[in-house]
């Protein structure tokens, strides 16, 4: 098997080349690539083993784990890592000045026995200069996200169809969670870091909307344990009872990020308001997310509209608020540019954010909806198409 | 709320005792814990936050969120790491001479972060004290892990209720996930390190078996996309196939481990011989694995039986193979010990390991059987109850 297939060559060059030049506008002259996910990246593969970039030769692949792709040109099998060491000397390859190593991203132990390779040199942060290069992506990238939108778009319309009278939070989710497999879901959310842990996604309704958790979620919820305080507690969803529903776009390396919200009969006055209120800020950022822009503006484009509505208590979390109103989404659910009023990030084409104006009301349920975009010349493109009203079961 | 409910006070206390006593044979006199397991271990909560534990004084929780508990002695809400110093000050703690993080489960730049709180200190690995201490489990975390058991057979029980003719792996699989989601199950699989990544388990049959994986697992398989190589690969389960299910057993912050094969059909004799000799294996483990006995001495055990049946080409993997037969199972799939014959580890009353010789059978499939066994005075104690043999779909 060719560890990189024919047509995704090109791909995979538009991505080295774009590290490349990131590296050249840094401190480093080389980087050794580890995490999964940017292994992922770099070659649309998953395997253990590392990837080494230096700013002005090609990449080499080292390969542990599976014995089962093609050695050919700058692709070497190695036993362990010191291995690598003596394959770039073999191959002409200069020790680097400094080399960069995805220091939030592995483990301590990790970056000293990498480092170690490489005793000569001055260890730099490789991590940003990853998360930089990912956080626009390429168009093969974004083929794979319109994907992951069109599958659990087709998912969310089958969220009515879940429901029965009587049903759990918890009961509701188990249901999407199948059909969302069964569209082809990989069954997992990939996540950065370990701040965030989660199942198939998030179903909260009611009280538990209130429910301040650990991770930097944007809504909280109890969970079914305390081992993963997340999302649905198993109470039943009742009568004036908003559900929102924050499920897995994951069915390729790519994922999309979605939320809609059902409603039990009809639900207060004040989450309807709340609910227009995410539909205005979303219209307004759809215009003015324009290339050049800097994020923090559509943080501050958002709060004003909140401020307007005098919705503020409600905004992102009640018992408890998160600063931010969305993220860049992509391999990984928590991608940049985060949209914080601290983001010194500015947009730019082809980015993908998912903006999430959320509400929590308590005793009712939370409200609001998000959308994964592309950033475009002329303003947002969603790729998370499904109507945003609140919807009835 | 309370962080620590009242009747789980001895019981944390009993596991701060074990971690100081680990300590003080160690080179460090306090550590700093703050993966999420290691929190869960100390606390039976998952928060973000941070707790200290001294070799000779009280440990300190700091708890940046959520903010749901109450403050008590031992107890401070802090807003970052660097709040960590001043308070360990304020309640008359020394500055440690060594201090102990967690450089194997936290990222180079956590761990570079939380060592600037203690400028003057030396640093150690605490990673291994804390796995150290997680490697014999108390009462109550064996009661944990013996309802893991429980549920998990339950579930295992439906699987032929799940199976119906012309069915893909990955569509049985995903039957069984919704099951064990209704039983209970937490839908993730908590491993350690980014050497695993796994959805709610793995349904390998037929070729799929000897597809070599780039994880730590046992067994391989080629996965639905390259972005996630492990397990099903959606291909229909046919006559004389093996269909091996290791499926998720997590539904507390414990987890049990347990792997049982059916067939369709009657399968060969080659696989029927490779799953006697599993269960032969079992047997004698079942019996020799006591306490005082290296780790190591079971992999030779179960490696001479292999031999005797000649059965080493299929024994833990075929293209490609593994080199351990069990491994530690606790709030992780994969803690210590793991079943090597490097191990330096002694067996220990209250161990907990999951034992599972396997064989990959080419187009077959894979049989072996894989228990969850705690370590007694009397030999193991199977806490993984279902029946062992091939069963027929």
Redesign the interface.
Known sequence: MKLIPYNFKNEILLRINKIKSILKDSASDAILVA??ANI?YTT?????GYIYIPVDKAPIWFII????YEEEDGIFYIRKPEDINTILKSQGYDTPVSIA?E??????????RLKAIFPDSVLT?G?PLLKKARMVKTEWELNEMKEDGLHQSKVYGEVKDCYHQGMTDL?LQ?EI??RL??E?S???SRVS???M????GSVISGANAD?????EFTM?GE???????VGANNSIILKGHTVMIDMNGA???YQSDMTRVWSLGETSDLALKAHACSLKILRKLEKEALPGVPVKDLYFIAMEIVNEDSLQEFFMGH??QVGFIGHGVGIELNELPVLTPKSKDILEENMTIAIEPKFVIPQVGAVGVENTYIVTNTGLENITIFPEDIQKF
């Open positions: 995490s999964n992922y649309g593969r998953f395997f253990r784990k599976p014995n089962v190593l220091e939030n991203d592995l483990s301590y132990s990790d970056v000293i942060n991590s009961e188990i969670e199948k497999r069964l082809g990989l069954g997992v870091g370990n701040l842990e989660i199942n198939l429910n301040p958790g650990p991770y909280g969970g079914v344990h305390p081992a993963l305080p069915f390729n390396g018992k408890s």
